[in-house]
């Protein structure tokens, strides 16, 4: 959300309409108990309808961003940091650090650290213990209960 961002809102009073506008103001004081900002924006009224104090619904209009992700499950804190295991050609995982982002939906953003394309272990990675073999399980989308994760090797 930024100054300038466009909006969309719409009231109760005005079903099915949509009132366009743009962010004026963004109070820069988080406020700590409801961790949340005041915006302000600047809707155009020239027929006066929209009245001061009437409740609103309001979208912040942003493109969407693109963004490398893999499973929330994947990434194992350690420290200040994080790392993954990435699978190379022969099925061998070995430790990657990786730079974490934002998180959403049990997903984390990969800042850095992996490439699109990348095999990783995605279920199964406290079993794994250093470097080595594994027996990855191939996921596609079905109706049928989830694969069993990859098998870390014998101790």
Do not use: C, Y
Not at 83 to 106: H, I, M, Q
């Amino acid at each position: 959300m930024r100054v300038g961002s466009e909006i969309s809102a719409s009231a109760a009073a005005f079903p099915g309409e949509s009132f366009r506008g743009r962010i004026a103001t963004i109070d820069p004081v988080v406020d700590p108990v409801t961790r949340s900002i005041t915006a302000r924006a600047i809707l155009p009224n020239p027929d006066l309808r929209l009245r001061p104090g009437m409740l609103m619904t309001v979208n912040v209009n942003a493109a969407p961003r693109q963004a490398l992700t893999v499973p929330e499950l994947a990434v194992i804190g350690e420290g200040s940091g994080a790392f993954v295991w990435k699978l190379d050609a022969e099925n061998s995982a070995t430790r990657v650090p990786v730079k974490a982002g934002a998180r959403r939906d049990g997903r984390v953003e990969i800042l850095s650290g992996l490439a699109e394309g990348d095999r990783i272990v995605a279920e199964g990675t406290v079993k794994l213990r250093g470097p080595g073999p594994v027996k990855p399980v191939e996921r596609t989308a079905s109706r049928t209960p989830a694969a069993t994760p990859a098998e870390a090797p014998a101790a």
